[in-house]
């Protein structure tokens, strides 16, 4: 007889949720990730059937597939809600809780009495009344009780291993379950319940990055849980290394499916890889119990990487139920996904509308058009969807509109406007833009020059950086540059991203802010991480093609990593994390200098500061005018034409900006860079520059050493790099010498958009384009969306695909609306949640039910076959009387 085997892991498969507002999983992963609340007291009922069926459609769940129901609500009936099952129903329970629904979910699957499992959770209880004074997390010290709302919640479940086999989507897989019935309310049953499933999932509580708490808002049973999970995963270090959160702090107490939904949310941080912020946190109660804790609170969701030597990402969840049942849960993301699905991008509320023509009438009518198409649209997202759509027919036309908006309203504003717009683009020559990103040129470089990617120089990072980008682009994840540099993303991103149990203070961001600024190795790799990141992003995601590139500074590095033309930079990382060069040679007490001046090393990191560097405003001539006077002044930037930088003894730059008297302003930064003193580093430059490169790229790079095209050479760019940075940096130089090689294109591909602006101020009286994607203070999404919108309407070649829900077949149904001029080939309707209007199932016994019933989807689904096979050949139609036409025009 076959042994069973006890205790194997399950996978989370499918899943769907309802809550008021966020009718959808997707909308509800977005409120998780986006740090919001939606806490409504509604009267309005969930759909039962809908999330039934919506969670068998999300783990594409067969008819034929043996199943396990089990119901946990207090409100339905649920042999009725068993009726809308379609698969083969071979187990049906109700539980009182998500832990006894897991556990006998464990049961069946690993004796293989099922093969598939559903949970369903309905709660309708509707609260009358609420006494809440700010409804947050109830761990915060402004928090009073949780306010209680209803909802709805399903998951899949299958053996891991079997979902393996079938190749399923998997969310989560389920490593433990540890449980406790009737113990006392106590801190230390808590303890032994997480130490049990610690032990079951055969790991140590410093393993897990994520746990979701129940934070009830009873105050007796919220500090018992605290406490007992405080002794559960203290570790004897102060190391922040998990993070704390619960799903009521987003919605209330959903009551009786609470556990689902904490469930659901902990799953979907690990499936797409994010830490999620709690909104309205502050400061937690009893902030004496947290001081030896490893627990921190993310005030805003950010990226979840893995800490060093790591294999995958683990959560925990912490359970209580009203009967003194705890539970702890271990779930740990599935390594074996290679795509993450997300429609997170393509349902940005931030639409980008593509318009084009070859002459100014046929403009203004699409955009007409757009305007009467608008009054009565749903869904801003499909039509800017069927618009890009129809774009794509016509991607060779001269002219391109790209509007953008967050709503209708703003379209309605951005439509009026572009009519104005378009107007006086073709009537002055010049290019149209609005604030919110809308625009139009007359005179697209796109197709006069070529396209080059400038990479920005170092000791530009900041605290929060690139924060958004990993949720948008999640393939990014399995980006070269991040494997790279992986050992050390997750020290910088505690940096970057700072942990506490309390909200910091503006002052506090802005000293950690500058422990990074004096920090240059990290500063440098966050640098070079974020420009190889958005490097990705254009040429992966996008399409866009760079057959030129140029760094500032230290972006020649960047440019390197970025392009693909070194193999690693972890050898470098590694070497500039334990060479002085950047922490006592150039930073710090800058013993290059010394040298170079005859000062006295110091060899401690802190000293007294001496030397500075700062932005005049004047004109290069004139600063070195003056600085033939000077022996410890140096002008190591010429920025622009009427912007350089002087850099070294504190008191002299003084001295020479008051003899200028220009315009100066002190920089963040000290380091050394560009200037005479720095000649005796520049083996060590060469040394940590010279790394493995890939074969010849078909990109052409400029340095600044000789201010021409390099060789791909390991040797060679090692020490074309030392030279560039151990002399002064003429950008202007640099930039026009690419500008006669016909680049008319300058996107900024790293941290700021200070290149940007400076290579506009060099070429301020000749045709040129310059774009960046980052800039502080604007969301990484805007900014890139901005890029793209330029990007398009210079006709630069560009995939705007992965900005659209598009559908998966080419063929569409038809749409009705008031104006058709714009459209040839409409698009599939969003069949997200079509199934959502299936009738309900008669009797799970009435075979004749669901014969008759099979036999009228079979109908309804040839019927809408024989439609889009209809629609196909009408589309075939139109392209051929279109060649027709164009055959005629040539002729």
């Known amino acids: 007889m076959k042994t069973i085997a006890q205790n194997q892991k399950l996978a989370i498969i499918g899943m769907d949720c309802f809550v008021n507002n966020s009718p959808t999983l997707n909308q509800f992963e977005r409120l998780i990730y986006e740090t919001k609340q939606n806490i409504v007291i509604s009267h309005d009922s969930c759909p039962s059937p809908t999330i039934i069926y919506s969670a068998l459609e999300n783990a594409k769940i067969k008819p034929e597939t043996k199943l396990g129901l089990i119901i946990i609500s207090p409100t339905e009936n649920s042999a009725k809600l068993a009726n809308y099952v379609s698969c083969e129903l071979a187990f049906f329970a109700e539980e009182k809780s998500i832990l006894s629904a897991l556990d006998v979910s464990q049961n069946?699957?690993?004796?293989?009495?099922?093969?598939?499992?559903?949970?369903?959770?309905?709660?309708?209880?509707?609260?009358?009344?609420?006494?809440?004074?700010?409804?947050?997390?109830?761990?915060?010290?402004?928090?009073?009780?949780?306010?209680?709302?209803?909802?709805?919640?399903?998951?899949?479940?299958?053996?891991?291993?079997?979902?393996?086999?079938?190749?399923?989507?998997?969310?989560?897989?389920?490593?433990?379950?540890?449980?406790?019935?009737?113990?006392?309310?106590?801190?230390?049953?808590?303890?032994?319940?997480?130490?049990?499933?610690?032990?079951?999932?055969?790991?140590?509580?410093?393993?897990?990055?994520?746990?979701?708490?129940?934070?009830?808002?009873?105050?007796?049973?919220?500090?018992?849980?605290?406490?007992?999970?405080?002794?559960?995963?203290?570790?004897?270090?102060?190391?922040?290394?998990?993070?704390?959160?619960?799903?009521?702090?987003?919605?209330?107490n959903t009551q009786a499916t609470a556990g689902i939904f904490s469930l659901i949310k902990t799953a979907l941080c690990l499936y797409h890889r994010y830490i999620p912020g709690?909104?309205?946190?502050?400061?937690?109660?009893?902030?004496?119990?947290?001081?030896?804790?490893?627990?921190?609170?993310?005030?805003?969701?950010?990226?979840?990487?893995?800490?060093?030597?790591?294999?995958?990402?683990?959560?925990?969840?912490?359970?209580?139920?009203?009967?003194?049942?705890?539970?702890?849960?271990?779930?740990?993301?599935?390594?074996?996904?290679?795509?993450?699905?997300?429609?997170?991008?393509?349902?940005?509320?931030?639409?980008?509308?593509?318009?084009?023509?070859?002459?100014?009438?046929?403009?203004?009518?699409?955009?007409?058009?757009?305007?009467?198409?608008?009054?009565?649209?749903?869904?801003?997202?499909?039509?800017?969807?069927?618009?890009?759509?129809k774009y794509q027919q016509s991607q060779k036309l001269t002219y391109a509109?790209?509007?953008?908006?967050?709503?209708?309203?703003?379209?309605?504003?951005?439509?009026?406007?572009?009519?104005?717009?378009?107007?006086?683009?073709?009537?002055?020559?010049?290019?149209?833009?609005?604030?919110?990103?809308?625009?139009?040129?007359?005179?697209?470089?796109?197709?006069?020059?070529?396209?080059?990617?400038?990479?920005?120089?170092?000791?530009?990072?900041?605290?929060?950086?690139?924060?958004?980008?990993?949720?948008?682009?999640?393939?990014?994840?399995?980006?070269?540059?991040?494997?790279?540099?992986?050992?050390?993303?997750?020290?910088?991103?505690?940096?970057?991203?700072?942990?506490?149990?309390?909200?910091?203070?503006?002052?506090?961001?802005?000293?950690?802010?500058q422990t990074l600024i004096d920090d240059p190795v990290s500063m440098l790799e966050s640098e070079v991480g974020i420009a190889g990141l958005m490097t990705a992003i254009l040429k992966n995601n996008f399409q866009i093609k760079s057959p030129y590139s140029f760094g500032y500074s230290l972006g020649e590095t960047s440019m390197m990593l970025a392009q693909g033309v070194w193999t690693s930079f972890k050898s470098t990382s590694d070497y500039l994390n334990s060479s002085p060069l950047f922490k006592t040679r150039l930073s710090g007490p800058k013993n290059a200098v010394r040298q170079h001046w005859g000062l006295p090393l110091i060899h401690e990191s802190k000293s007294e500061e001496f030397w500075s560097n700062y932005i005049l405003i004047c004109s290069p001539s004139e600063v070195q005018e003056v600085l033939k006077n000077e022996q410890r002044v140096y002008m190591p930037l010429i920025n622009t034409p009427e912007e350089v930088v002087i850099a070294g003894e504190t008191q002299t730059c003084q001295k020479v900006i008051q003899t200028l008297k220009c315009d100066a302003f002190p920089t963040s930064i000290n380091h050394v860079i560009h200037c005479e003193p720095m000649y005796s580093e520049y083996d060590e430059l060469v040394k940590v520059n010279t790394l493995p490169t890939q074969a010849n790229s078909d990109t052409i790079f400029y340095s600044s050493a000789d201010y021409s095209p390099i060789t791909i050479d390991s040797h060679l760019i090692g020490k074309n790099i030392a030279k560039a940075l151990c002399h002064q940096l003429d950008f202007p130089r640099l930039v026009n010498h690419v500008y006669n090689d016909n680049i008319r294109i300058f996107v900024e591909v790293g941290v700021g958009s200070n290149c940007s602006r400076w290579i506009s101020e060099i070429l301020k009286n000749k045709e040129h384009l310059t774009v960046s994607v980052n800039?502080?203070?604007?969301?990484?999404?805007?900014?890139?969306?901005?890029?793209?919108?330029?990007?398009?309407?210079h006709r630069v070649e560009l995939d705007l695909s992965p900005l659209y829900s598009l559908p998966e077949s080419k063929v569409n149904q038809d749409r009705n609306y008031k104006n058709q001029s714009f459209l040839q080939n409409d698009s599939l309707l969003n069949y997200e949640r079509k199934m959502k209007s299936i009738p309900n199932y008669q009797s799970l016994n009435d075979n004749n039910s669901r014969l008759s019933k099979a036999h009228g989807f079979l109908l309804q689904s040839r019927q809408t076959s024989l439609q889009q096979l209809s629609l196909f050949l009408q589309q075939q139609l139109d392209v051929y009387k279109k060649m027709v036409i164009e055959a005629k025009q040539e002729k």
């Open 278 to 389: 709690v909104p309205q946190w502050s400061h937690p109660q009893q902030p004496e119990m947290w001081s030896k804790s490893p627990f921190y609170v993310a005030i805003e969701s950010k990226p979840w990487f893995l800490e060093p030597g790591a294999t995958k990402r683990i959560a925990a969840i912490n359970m209580m139920e009203d009967d003194d049942t705890y539970g702890h849960l271990i779930l740990s993301e599935d390594i074996s996904q290679i795509e993450h699905n997300s429609k997170y991008l393509a349902e940005m509320p931030y639409y980008l509308f593509t318009i084009a023509a070859d002459d100014r009438s046929s403009l203004l009518t699409q955009i007409t058009a757009l305007q009467e198409n608008i009054t009565d649209v749903s869904s801003l997202s499909q039509l800017a969807s069927d618009y890009f759509q």
């Open 401 to 513: 509109l790209a509007i953008l908006a967050r709503n209708l309203e703003e379209l309605k504003r951005e439509i009026v406007r572009a009519i104005q717009g378009v107007n006086i683009a073709f009537d002055t020559g010049k290019d149209w833009q609005t604030p919110l990103g809308s625009y139009f040129t007359v005179n697209p470089q796109g197709k006069k020059g070529y396209v080059a990617f400038v990479y920005p120089g170092s000791f530009t990072s900041y605290i929060g950086l690139g924060r958004n980008i990993f949720r948008l682009f999640p393939q990014l994840y399995d980006d070269a540059v991040i494997r790279s540099v992986y050992n050390r993303v997750a020290n910088i991103e505690k940096i970057i991203y700072p942990r506490s149990i309390n909200k910091l203070s503006k002052r506090q961001l802005e000293s950690i802010e």
């Open 108 to 252: 069946l699957l690993n004796t293989k009495q099922v093969e598939t499992v559903l949970i369903v959770g309905i709660d309708n209880n509707h609260p009358i009344e609420s006494n809440i004074d700010v409804p947050t997390f109830s761990y915060d010290q402004n928090a009073k009780g949780i306010i209680k709302t209803s909802g709805a919640a399903a998951v899949v479940l299958q053996l891991h291993e079997t979902a393996q086999q079938q190749n399923h989507c998997i969310y989560a897989v389920i490593d433990s379950l540890s449980v406790t019935k009737h113990s006392p309310n106590h801190p230390e049953t808590i303890n032994q319940v997480c130490q049990k499933a610690f032990q079951k999932a055969d790991i140590q509580s410093a393993d897990i990055g994520y746990l979701e708490v129940v934070a009830s808002g009873i105050p007796d049973a919220d500090i018992a849980e605290i406490q007992g999970l405080i002794s559960a995963y203290q570790t004897g270090e102060i190391n922040l290394s998990c993070a704390l959160g619960s799903v009521k702090a987003n919605i209330g």
């Open 775 to 793: 800039r502080r203070g604007v969301d990484d999404h805007t900014s890139i969306i901005k890029a793209l919108a330029k990007l398009f309407s």
